[in-house]
């Protein structure tokens, strides 16, 4: 009864508030009641039903949670078992970025089983970081166009200030054509069509249509250069009017500073290349999964660089330019994709391959620093051609100072020039560049070099020459020299194995070449020298270097059996032992030498 009062109230308010509307009878509230209590029962069923069906999912989630620590966890243990074998200056760094990953993963999870993680923090830091980049260079866009617009480029306005809205409209056929006709000094028909009228074409050359290669081009992809009397004949156009005339004089102009030798063109193709870098970057960052890496950060970026740094003046470059460039580097979100971006700079050579290295030595951290400085010096310093001291330090002026005695090091013991005139420019440039440290710390080394270490750097920098293919002279001429500086039975060895190092034919060139002196003369120490290369050659122990030597002798008798190289190693090993001769002479196939 109490129930059915509740009813009946609640009926009654339902009619005094909404007015006309029928009381609910007690017949139908009745008849409805035991289908009401099934649908209560059903509804508590399947709550009971849900909440076991969570407990176990959240024990599931759990164990996950617990399974995907401990995984993770000896993952990076295995990992750091494979760091450790890396060299040395490397180890701290990654053993550091995967505790750092690890921490980070283990608050993750936590987090995870206790419900209390936030949507951004199950962004990885490296997500975090591309999100930072796109903004930087979305931000960055705006005034570079703004730039353009200001130094007044033949590029239209409307153009420009639409990037800024749209980056995407970069690479539309349109924009395209139009960036192209701005590098060439061009113009795009239609923009001629729309903004002047068909009339002024009479004013410009076709360079699209070819009567035989392209004879039927689209209109919109037609290009047009203004003619060598472009004011004569726009003066004598009497289809275009006042203000159309003196419009199309306003780009001919325009386009005539954007193509001229001078600052002010330069600082117009200097804004555009930083506005293409840019977008292009941007554009690989929002659709990496259908771009290439390699074509962005091996090809294009590359190209931009240096035409960004390499003016007019090829053999010299600009730290204001090279700041710029590392500007636009700091653009690249990952330290191997700047890298990438580097090595694949000068691949021509010249100040282009100068420029890498000077980029190189400008980072904060330079993979394989000696590797890099030893390439360096052997780019700067050519085969027998050694540069003037002023013009090395002023290359050396554009990288680190803290790396300046490094390279001078190397400049004094490279292997390009002979020893003395090394160390005489290693000097002078150390003086131009103010080194007064240099020669106390040339005296500190060479008081701390050991003569075991002398030898074995003194007989690595001439495998070094044999390995880079210096001629058999220059080397003949090393290892004589090194001879003379200092001769026991372990120089010799040391000499016969920098021999065995080298090609055979190589091999036998160098051996022909050291006996004689410069001035044609032989050598005191020829004959003694020889013999203890002859009984090495012959000894069972380098029979591999002695099948190298047979075979490439033999193929030199089939080609040209008195070439002298041939002659003339059999004479000298004759010199020294007729025995070995007849031997060599015979597994070569030629009769005995007289």
């Known amino acids: 009864m109490e129930k059915r009062g509740v009813f009946v109230d609640i009926g009654f308010m339902a009619q005094t508030e909404n007015g006309n509307q029928t009381v609910t009878s007690m017949e139908e509230i009745q008849q409805e009641w035991h289908d009401l209590t099934l649908r209560v029962e059903h509804l508590e069923?399947?709550?009971?039903?849900?909440?076991?069906?969570?407990?176990?999912?959240?024990?599931?989630l759990e164990k996950t949670i617990e399974h995907r620590q401990k995984s993770h966890g000896e993952l990076?243990?295995?990992?750091?078992?494979?760091?450790s074998k890396l060299p040395i200056n490397d180890v701290g760094v990654v053993v550091s970025k995967l505790v750092e990953h690890n921490a980070h993963v283990n608050e993750i999870c936590a987090a995870l089983a206790h419900g209390k993680v936030e949507a951004n923090m199950l962004q990885p830091a490296i997500l975090k970081a591309m999100e930072q980049t796109k903004r930087d260079l979305t931000a960055a866009i705006k005034p570079a166009v703004e730039e353009l617009i200001r130094?007044?480029?033949?590029?239209?306005?409307?153009?420009l200030q639409s990037l800024v809205a749209q980056p995407e409209s970069f690479f539309s056929p349109e924009v395209v054509r139009a960036n192209r006709c701005f590098v060439k000094g061009q113009v795009p028909r239609e923009r001629i069509v729309r903004e002047f009228g068909e009339p002024a074409l009479a004013c410009f050359n076709d360079l699209t249509t070819d009567a035989k290669f392209n004879p039927r081009?689209?209109?919109?992809?037609?290009?047009?250069?203004?003619?060598?009397?472009?004011e004569t004949v726009l003066r004598q156009e009497p289809a275009l009017p006042a203000d159309k005339?003196?419009?199309?004089?306003?780009?001919?102009?325009?386009?005539?500073?954007?193509?001229?030798s001078n600052g002010e063109a330069q600082a117009q193709r200097n804004v555009f290349l930083k506005l293409s870098f840019i977008l292009e970057l941007l554009h690989y960052y929002n659709n990496q999964s259908t771009e290439s890496s390699e074509g962005i950060f091996a090809q294009r970026l590359p190209a931009v660089i240096e035409q960004l740094v390499l003016t007019g003046e090829q053999d010299k470059l600009d730290?204001?330019?090279?700041?710029?460039?590392?500007?636009?580097?700091?653009?690249?979100?990952?330290?191997?994709?700047?890298?990438?971006?580097?090595?694949?700079?000068?691949?021509g050579g010249g100040a282009g391959r100068t420029l890498r290295f000077v980029l190189m030595l400008r980072g904060q951290k330079v993979p394989e620093l000696d590797q890099v400085i030893a390439a360096f010096v052997k780019h700067l310093i050519p085969n027998k051609k050694a540069p003037s001291p002023q013009s090395l330090a002023a290359v050396l002026r554009l990288i680190?100072?803290?790396?300046?005695?490094?390279?001078?090091?190397?400049?004094?013991?490279?292997?390009?020039?002979?020893?003395?005139?090394?160390?005489?420019?290693?000097l002078a440039v150390g003086r131009e560049l103010g080194l007064k440290e240099l020669e106390a710390e040339l005296k500190k080394s060479e008081a701390t070099i050991s003569p075991e270490q002398e030898q074995q750097i003194a007989w690595e920098n001439i495998k070094a020459r044999i390995a880079q293919r210096h001629s058999p002279n220059d080397i003949a001429a090393a290892i004589r020299d090194r001879l003379h500086a200092k001769y026991d039975a372990d120089e010799v060895k040391q000499s016969w194995l920098a021999l065995t190092a080298a090609e055979p034919m190589a091999l036998v060139r160098i051996f022909c070449l050291l006996p004689y002196l410069p001035d044609g003369q032989t050598d005191p120490m020829a004959q003694a020298l020889m013999e203890s290369y002859v009984s090495r050659l012959m000894h069972e122990k380098y029979a591999e270097t002695y099948a190298k030597v047979v075979n490439a002798l033999r193929n030199l008798f089939k080609v040209k059996s008195d070439s002298p190289a041939l002659?003339?190693?059999?004479?000298?090993?004759?010199?020294?032992?007729?025995?070995?001769?007849?031997?060599?002479?015979h597994d070569v196939g030629m009769a005995p030498v007289q």
Do not use: H
């Open 151 to 159: 130094l007044d480029t033949p590029l239209e306005t409307k153009t």
């Open 217 to 230: 081009p689209k209109p919109e992809e037609i290009v047009m250069g203004f003619k060598s009397d472009f």
């Open 319 to 347: 730290e204001k330019l090279i700041k710029q460039a590392e500007s636009l580097l700091a653009f690249v979100a990952g330290a191997e994709q700047r890298q990438m971006i580097v090595n694949n700079i000068g691949k």
């Open 245 to 260: 005339q003196k419009g199309l004089l306003a780009l001919y102009q325009k386009v005539q500073r954007s193509k001229a």
């Open 76 to 83: 990076v243990n295995l990992i750091a078992g494979l760091v």
């Open 400 to 426: 680190s100072p803290e790396r300046y005695l490094l390279v001078v090091k190397a400049i004094i013991s490279s292997n390009q020039i002979r020893k003395n005139d090394a160390e005489a420019l290693g």
């Open 45 to 60: 069923a399947e709550r009971t039903t849900l909440e076991q069906e969570n407990k176990s999912l959240r024990s599931l």
């Open 567 to 585: 002659v003339n190693f059999i004479a000298l090993v004759k010199w020294v032992n007729p025995e070995a001769a007849a031997k060599l002479s």
